[in-house]
Structures are given as C-alpha cells and as structure tokens.
C-alpha cells in the first residue's frame, strides 16, 4: 500500500486576506529561527535571528501592523531580541499557541479575519487553523502544514518570516493605492 502526502497550497491567501492583517503572530523556534538552540555548558543558550526577518518586523511595525512572538519555551535570547525589534507582544512559556493567540486578538479586538499566525509545529496548528491567514514554515510539521493556506518558499531562519511580511505590506500598499485612486 502507497501513501502520499498531501501539499498544502503555497499560496492559497488571496490579496483580499492580506490586505484584511493587523497582527502578524509567529512562533519564535523553528520560524524565526532554524529550530536550533544551542546550550553552551554554563547553561547560556544562543539562537540565531535572521536580519532579514527582523527588518521586516521593523517595516510592519512602521506600517502599523501589531507583531506577537507566541513562544512555548522562555529564552533570554528570544527576550533580548524581541526587545531590539520592539516586538509589542512577547508572550513566552505558552504551549496553548491558539489560547495565547485569540487572548491577544480579544485585547486588540481583533477577529480571527485580522490576524496571521506562522508556527511549525504540532501545537501552532489550531492557531494556524484560527488566523485569517494561517502560515507554516516549510519545514514545519504535517499537522502545521495541514493547516496553513500558507508556506513560504524561503526556509524557517532564513527570511520565511520577511517573506510574509512582504505579502502583507504589499497587499496594504495595493490597498492604500485603491482608495486613493476612488
């Protein structure tokens, strides 16, 4: 007996929902970054960020769209740079990704319509199920990419987050020019 894996559509998100993104959410392990975390041998951890995904929360931010990192685990490091960032919502320590991310929508009084949520693993995939845009890294879980009408073609740590920052400041900019051509 064969089985075959079903792919999700890299691009089932239409310009319509993008446009329609207020709080871009994420996962921080294994989208924000590659899903290594190293443990030097007095207990200090280290991750490595991609400065092409940072540049692109800087731009939402600039643009007015509200960035969350929903994390399972604290980090210092995860802390540390979501503060250079400016990341508005660190929210560390929270296995429950979709309680975590509909609290934050309710304190934004955001629907599920306005929110992008990006994870890779099994417990991002009701959150990924509840945004309006849900989005799994490409080297996500099968549960998560079951889930998402999203996958970006770049790799987790390695501008997939820029990437969706991009859809979605190109979508409001397409946005901005209809109404101003009305």
């Known amino acids: 007996m064969t089985t075959t894996q079903t792919t999700p559509a890299r691009n089932a998100a239409t310009a319509t929902d993008w446009?329609?993104?207020?709080?871009?959410a994420m996962d921080v392990?294994?989208?924000?970054t590659d899903g290594t975390v190293q443990i030097a041998s007095d207990g200090t951890e280290a991750k490595v960020f991609s400065i092409l995904d940072g540049m692109g929360?800087?731009?939402l931010?600039?643009?007015g769209i509200t960035t969350a990192w929903i994390s399972g685990r604290p980090s210092e490091a995860t802390t540390r740079r979501a503060r250079e960032l400016g990341i508005p919502h660190l929210i560390q320590g929270r296995t429950d990704k979709l309680a975590a991310l509909?609290?934050?929508?309710?304190r934004l009084r955001l629907s599920p319509e306005h929110c992008a949520y990006m994870g890779d693993d099994d417990i991002d995939a009701p959150a990924i199920s509840w945004a309006g845009v849900g989005i799994a890294a490409p080297e996500a879980m099968p549960s998560a990419l079951d889930a998402a009408n999203y996958v970006p073609a770049r790799a987790a740590g390695r501008g997939a987050v820029r990437e969706v920052c991009e859809h979605i400041l190109g979508a409001h900019r397409g946005t901005e020019?209809?109404?101003?051509?009305?």
């Open 57 to 59: 929360l800087v731009r």
């Open 19 to 24: 446009a329609k993104i207020r709080l871009f």
């Open 177 to 182: 020019a209809a109404a101003v051509k009305q």
């Open 61 to 63: 931010a600039r643009a």
């Open 29 to 32: 392990d294994g989208v924000l």
């Open 102 to 106: 509909s609290e934050l929508a309710a």
